[in-house]
């Protein structure tokens, strides 16, 4: 594993956006689900919850028109973005209150006026759109970095080559990040890869840097956030960061995760990164009040945000029949 | 004869083969140990073992032409693909080379294999995990299509997808996965092309496929409280189509509907509704109606999931409507 | 006013918008320096510059996801595959992405871009290289569709795709490359959905689309020596499909052909048959007949593969032997 | 480049097949050239002029129940599994003796029953094709080997990536080909690779060594071919082989290869592996009489098979409608 970038120190304010950030993460997802308990989720759900200081160390180093992309395991780098619980929460129970007004779903969480490009549902799908995404930034000279998160499993499927490779010749200004829990749904990556970093030991095959960082640690994900998206924004090209952590739960809400040994749940709860970034504020002198009080509020924002999707209405049934076209409609005749 | 799920049914339509015949094997993600992520495939893992039930990486055209491959070379193998929708990332192995490899090289290669998929909406999963694909896989000449509407139907045509010597394309619906009924034990073995008559009816015929079967039989329930005697057919399959079938029965009812799960453009009910326009136009009393969800891709949330899918009162009205 | 190719009208309608609007720019592969396969993007890149013609590498996947993220950030991309049965190795893409993201963001997401590519056969490339694919597009909610049949359209309709702000596939035929005809100079520019009657009839309506515009065309010259008044009608786009046209058409002629070059099953022509049969049954004189290739991939042998397409003298014999 | 591997002696006869080998695929394709000369192929052709020693080389170690899978320019690979010189250019013309019955066309040469597995014509789409048809092979305790012939442009392809990480975590026995003639169709593959060899700079993302050989050197193939063949029948896994060479055409029929630099052609030419082998036989003293009859051997092979394309007849129209379905029939309704 890369040391930690040490050529810059982290702020105390940077310390506390990023602990706020993973607090809000971890809110958020507890209160996900909540909702399912309570009956308000009919789909899936697919929690980020043991990931959040990927999430959080990469949004820090964003600009207001960066460009985030992500998977079903989407909502943390959404929220990330300056969306709202709400209307995340509300697309996860297809409320009228949800981002995509629960057409979505919540695996789609979306919120593009942010640079929440978007949550995909499909495997690898996004690889290519946040590559296209980044070119039209560089075509249009607007300096914009375009972030696509995926998980380990996603290195086997033909796109993540394909994106990965466009990105490389036309230096594009992209950072890959591999979130690698360690598993796909079921089956651990480890049975269906022939290396042992799944996206860090693919790197050189597009020419690039072998680039491994802890991901339950926020300040060295935050560190090599800032390496590497600097270096897309100074039109140097892609980076491909492999950020190894794991999920608390299981996959999806189908899934009790009952296939992970005892002893790796239980090595991987110790590391949880809020505890892991709380024992560092801590130890840099932190009040464990403030602390706890950033935490209480964000417990309180999730629960106005769950609040406001228990009260909110389904979807208007005549959202079915818009939005297929720009023109607002759904007619394919005449 | 013991009761036995839709669900249950696909693991033991795909057990009796691999029992019978050693050539077959079964390959996709997450299908062994964990038992599919929809738990269609329970125990095959434990019984079969991993030479024979392997789980693969995310790579689905690596799924789709590695059983391309196999079959090219002695196996008669069963590749899952988790959601039918995922048939997008590798259609061109399907449509493109399953599909034409036989004909190109004037029969030289033989691909007896199933593409073993799960279809349909109704579970609320949101636009890219809830398409009925069928029609798809229809309109590519070289494949078979089977859709199954029973767990009895699941067994006995999954067994003749297996026995069959061309690429078949294999849907079991998703939102059926919980129905039950008593099927008999041992082998049961269909043949494919095959329509049954679900409910027989003398006032108009209502051709149906897989969820949409109990739909139709649901309204033709309701439509014998209106009076409307109501001819339930169920496809079964598509390729090969039992066109005998639905024309003998318009031809006695003199109106045709078809209830279709697909979005509305370019699906089978259009291609049934197509083959009765020409050869029993004179038999007709009305109409041809097809009922198919909206061209719309599906919305997750279940109050408009449920509006976009055809359902029974939805078949009663339009079929009332018509009267 | 001067004379232009079909191929040549490829170039200058995409050289048309890219003149007009910055935001416009091409990708694939061999489009730049090449000029393009077909030589259908000459002249190009050396006006545009690379910036804006790009060449890609053999990553299809890439092509498609590509545009759809430059279109959501802010450029109007064209995107080519080279020849369209490649749309198979790129269909996640197509139909999951492209066509669904804006209904399923509830319209966050616009996707002004457009899909151009090499379709249909008559060429004697095989299997792989002659599909006719505009059924798999129109099959799927959030595609717009467009096939020209000559020059002009290719422009008129080019431009009309790359303006439309949703995502429209362009289907330019082979086999109509060195086909001229006298285009006026300037802009020009179509709307999509609107079809046109192309040899007025009164006897029968026959509706193609693209290169079988012109085979119908023949015919129609042909039937009339026979005595046979037959209204030719050229789609141009299937979606939007313009209904109103051929059902009108239908209401005069009371018999309707389609001639389709795409296999039988579940095609636009199924999709037409079926809107006649519900829509204008009692309009009808007779049974609604679709010619098209049979449901079998093509193969290359000259002889055989214009056996395969529908021929004018096919059309002839099939309306004849209904009359 | 790494050096020929010279471990083991090659023997004379070993040698002569070589030569022989390369002579007949020079032999057949100048045929098929003359072919369309006289207007007998209607459809397009892509040659493997130049390109024979990667052919030989690996033809040479193969059992006759090994399998082949090629491209579009898969005219040797085929030929060298064992068909015969009239069904290979009678598909090329679609004629009635060609070996798919006209019905493939020049793409799509196969002749399933020597192992010559097929020529497919989608970029890419045999990788996975050749990966199960070798793991078959294991399943059914052959022993076969698979080998997989392709192009420097289709390393950017996604069933590139799927298929070679398939067959590494399953150990099969696929050889992977790449012959790296420097260009996809007109753009050189230099301009879209973030590396300098598209195969071997990509074998270590699959755990594979990195194998690099000069393919227009019969020799240096076959010893790599014998290496890499046997390591998979040993069950030791698969290998990923990057040959140099260029096509001395243009990429198929209608391109005359126009945007490559005359000086470019010119060293290639020199190096034409027929030329080198030939150079090497002589200075080891296989009589220059012998190598000039094998020389008139193959043409007169190539030119009795044209004379039975030019006599074939066209495919009986019948053809149309067979071989959709097992049952040798297309009927699709009862
Ligand atoms: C093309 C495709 N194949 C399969 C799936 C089903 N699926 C959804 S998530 C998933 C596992 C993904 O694993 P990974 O990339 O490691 O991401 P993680 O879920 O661990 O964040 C699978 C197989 C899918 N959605 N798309
Ligand atoms: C998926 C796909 N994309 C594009 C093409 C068109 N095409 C045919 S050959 C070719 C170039 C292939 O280059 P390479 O892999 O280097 O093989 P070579 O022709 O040089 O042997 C292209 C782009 C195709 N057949 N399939
Ligand atoms: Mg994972
Ligand atoms: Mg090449």
Not at chain 1, 23 to 30: D, F, G, I, W
Not at chain 2, 33 to 54: H, I, M, N, S, Y
């Amino acid at each position: 594993m890369s040391p930690p970038n040490d050529t810059f120190e982290i702020t105390e304010a940077t310390r506390l956006l990023l602990y706020q950030s993973m607090l809000r993460c971890r809110a958020l997802e507890k209160k996900a689900y909540d909702l399912f308990m309570e009956g308000l989720v009919q789909g899936t759900t697919h929690l980020g919850l043991g990931q959040e200081a990927v999430a959080a160390g990469f949004a820090a180093t964003l600009r207001p028109d960066d460009m985030s992309f992500a998977t079903y395991r989407g909502h943390n780098h959404m929220l990330l973005r300056g969306m709202a619980m709400a209307p995340i929460l509300g697309e996860c129970a297809a409320r009228a209150n949800g981002c995509c007004e629960g057409k979505g779903g919540s695996m789609h969480i979306t919120e593009v006026a942010k640079g929440a490009m978007g949550s995909y549902a499909i495997v690898g799908a996004h690889l290519p759109i946040a590559v296209g995404a980044a070119w039209a930034g560089v075509v249009r000279g607007t300096g914009q970095v375009s972030l696509c998160f995926f998980g380990d499993g996603t290195t086997n499927i033909g796109t993540f080559h394909e994106a990965v490779n466009l990105a490389a010749i036309w230096k594009l200004p992209v950072v890959f990040v591999c979130e690698n829990n360690l598993y796909m749904e079921y089956t651990p990556i480890s049975a269906v890869i022939p290396v042992e970093y799944p996206a860090a030991d693919r790197a050189s095959a597009y020419g690039l840097e072998r680039i491994i960082v802890d991901g339950n640690d926020a300040d060295a994900v935050y560190q090599t956030a800032v390496t590497t998206v600097e270096r897309a924004r100074r039109g140097e090209g892609p980076s491909l960061v492999e950020a190894l952590t794991y999920r608390h739960k299981g996959h999806s809400r189908a899934d009790p995760g009952k296939y992970r040994p005892d002893e790796e749940v239980a090595a991987w709860l110790e590391r949880d990164p809020l505890l892991v970034y709380r024992g560092r504020l801590e130890s840099l002198g932190f009040p464990p009040t403030v602390l706890d009080e950033m935490e209480q509020l964000a417990r309180a924002e999730a629960e106005a945000a769950a609040d406001e999707v228990r009260a909110a209405p389904l979807p208007d049934p005549a959202a079915l029949m818009t939005d297929v076209w720009a023109n607002g409609g759904s007619e394919w005749r005449n | 004869m013991a009761e036995l799920t839709y669900r249950n049914a696909i693991a033991r339509g795909i057990g009796q083969e691999m029992e019978r015949d050693e050539r077959v094997v079964f390959i996709g993600e997450d299908i062994g140990a964990a038992g599919g992520v929809f738990k269609t495939t329970v125990g095959l893992f434990e019984r079969f073992g991993p030479d024979r039930v392997r789980d693969t990486p995310i790579s689905e055209q690596a799924i789709i032409g590695g059983i391309m491959g196999a079959a090219m070379n002695g196996l008669r193998p069963i590749g899952e693909l988790m959601f039918s929708d995922f048939v997008g990332v590798a259609w061109d192995g399907i449509a493109n080379q399953i599909a034409k490899t036989r004909y190109m090289t004037a029969g030289q290669v033989a691909l007896p294999l199933v593409i073993r998929t799960a279809n349909g909406g109704g579970t609320h999963f949101g636009g890219q995990h809830s398409q009925s694909v069928e029609n798809w896989h229809m309109m590519i000449p070289g494949l078979k299509v089977v859709a199954p509407a029973t767990p009895r139907d699941v067994v006995g045509l999954m067994a003749a997808a297996v026995r069959d010597d061309d690429p078949v394309i294999f849907l079991d619906h998703k939102k059926l996965y919980a129905l039950k009924e008593d099927v008999p034990d041992g082998e049961i073995v269909d043949v494919l092309g095959k329509a049954v008559i679900r409910h027989p009816g003398s006032d108009v015929t209502i051709v149906a496929l897989a969820a949409m079967v109990h739909v139709a039989l649901e309204a033709a329930g309701r439509l014998a409280e209106h009076g409307v005697s109501a001819e339930v057919i169920d496809l079964r399959t598509l390729v090969p189509l039992d066109t005998a079938t639905f024309l003998e029965s318009v031809s006695r009812t003199g109106r045709l509907f078809t209830v279709e799960e697909n979005p509305r453009l370019c699906g089978w009910g259009a291609e049934i509704a197509s083959i009765a326009a020409e050869e029993c136009l004179w038999d007709l009393d009305g109409p041809i109606v097809r009922i198919t969800t909206p061209h719309i891709p599906l919305p997750a949330a279940a109050n408009l999931e449920d509006l976009a899918i055809p359902s029974a009162e939805r078949v009663v009205q339009t079929v009332l409507s018509q009267a």
